[in-house]
């Protein structure tokens, strides 16, 4: 009695009777990971996250804001492309400390590049009133992106026009690592010494996290330190 024994053909015979093949096609195993083990994945990351999280808030926080400087100059200069009120008060504070003689405000500038927006130049007056700010120098600027960037160019020159070497930035404090970088790439050059001076409200390096809101502004504040920092100054240097 015969039996009918099964055909079986191996990858060694295909080869064999196609040797052409190998040149145009091959073939690999691949891993594929279930959707089990990608949730545990997810959910051990999450969980690392939520243990660490003081630590990676803090670091990222810390990321954006300048170091702090105290030291007497000729100017104070208020960062007022976001009015915050807190720089106008912590501005006044130095300037009655005698920390400088002047405070230089930049408003938006009006059609008129020398005159100032009202609008603008009321809620810097406002501010400084509020802030008990004696005297402030109002300086009109053109608003051109990157605003900061052409801003300290146009501050730049102000300062050597008016024979100021030194000048104090106080900003707000997750814009102030930006602020720093950019005034320092314009105005050292040009002979003028710059200090920083972070200035914070309700939202520090340590709470941040804590509201959206908070996030959203740090987020924010991060991407354009990376523009300016890997972008605008290279563009603008070049």
Same mark, same amino acid.
Request: glycine residues 4%; hydrophobic residues 55%; negative net charge.
């Given at each position: 009695m015969k039996r009918n024994l099964p055909q079986v053909t191996t990858d060694i015979s295909m080869r064999r009777k196609s040797p052409w093949q190998r040149h145009f096609f091959y073939r690999k195993e691949s891993i594929k990971t279930t959707w089990k083990?990608?949730?545990?994945? =997810? #959910?051990?990351? #999450? =969980?690392?996250?939520?243990?660490?999280?003081?630590?990676?808030? =803090?670091?990222?926080?810390?990321?954006?804001?300048?170091?702090?400087? #105290?030291?007497?100059?000729?100017?104070?200069?208020?960062?007022?492309?976001?009015?915050?009120?807190?720089?106008?008060?912590?501005?006044?504070?130095?300037?009655?400390?005698?920390?400088?003689?002047r405070v230089l405000v930049p408003t938006a500038a009006s059609h008129d590049p020398k005159r100032a927006n009202a609008v603008s130049q009321g809620i810097a007056e406002l501010m400084s009133q509020i802030a008990r700010l004696q005297n402030p120098t109002i300086l009109p600027i053109r608003i051109v992106e990157p605003v900061s960037l052409n801003a300290a160019y146009q501050i730049r020159d102000f300062l050597l026009k008016e024979h100021q070497r030194s000048v104090i930035v106080v900003t707000d404090g997750f814009r102030s690592k930006r602020s720093a970088l950019v005034y320092h790439a314009v105005l050292e050059p040009a002979g003028i010494k710059v200090s920083c001076m972070p200035v914070f409200g309700e939202r520090t390096p340590e709470n941040w996290a804590v509201t959206w809101h908070g996030i959203e502004q740090v987020a924010e504040q991060l991407l354009k330190l990376q523009y300016y920092r890997f972008y605008a100054l290279r563009v603008r240097s070049a």
């Open positions: 083990c990608r949730l545990a994945f =997810l #959910m051990l990351v #999450m =969980l690392l996250m939520s243990v660490t999280r003081g630590f990676w808030m =803090l670091r990222i926080g810390q990321s954006l804001v300048c170091t702090e400087e #105290m030291s007497p100059s000729d100017v104070i200069l208020v960062e007022n492309f976001d009015p915050h009120y807190l720089a106008f008060e912590r501005a006044a504070a130095l300037h009655k400390a005698g920390f400088a003689a």
